[in-house]
């Protein structure tokens, strides 16, 4: 079983920055992928960016390309999303996945994040 716990989001101004955390528990495995996703209201959940184990591959949605950064810490089971440059359309519930043999899926409970302009 795996647990995940994000923390880090808030309030902040249009063309601030935040860093979302999300510690891992439980059985981790090589393969296995982490990543963000984030549902705004009234929307889909939606990716955000996803990093490899190893942390050599990732991928950013073209809407945060260049203003995001994933990066994980596999000593201590942790994945970060530094947030850059935030937009207010940017505004929603940000949470963590972990995917394993692309078929399983674990998730947060999420955490809110709000970009007031």
């Known amino acids: 079983q795996v647990q995940l716990v994000e923390s880090g989001g808030g309030l902040v101004q249009a063309g601030g920055s935040l860093r979302l955390s999300c510690a891992a528990s439980?059985?981790?495995?090589?393969?296995?992928?982490m990543g963000w996703y984030r549902q705004a209201p009234g929307k889909q959940r939606e990716l955000v960016a996803t990093?490899?184990?190893?942390?050599?591959?990732?991928n950013y949605a073209d809407s945060v390309k260049g203003r995001f950064t994933i990066s994980r810490d596999n000593a201590k089971n942790t994945v970060y999303l530094q947030m850059n440059s935030l937009k207010p359309e940017d505004t929603a519930v940000y949470h963590c996945?972990?995917?394993?043999?692309?078929?399983?899926?674990?998730w947060g409970q999420g955490t809110q994040v709000t970009v007031s302009s």
């Open positions: 996945n972990l995917r394993r043999w692309a078929t399983y899926d674990y």
């Open positions: 990093i490899t184990t190893s942390g050599r591959s990732t």
């Open positions: 439980g059985i981790i495995l090589s393969s296995d992928t």
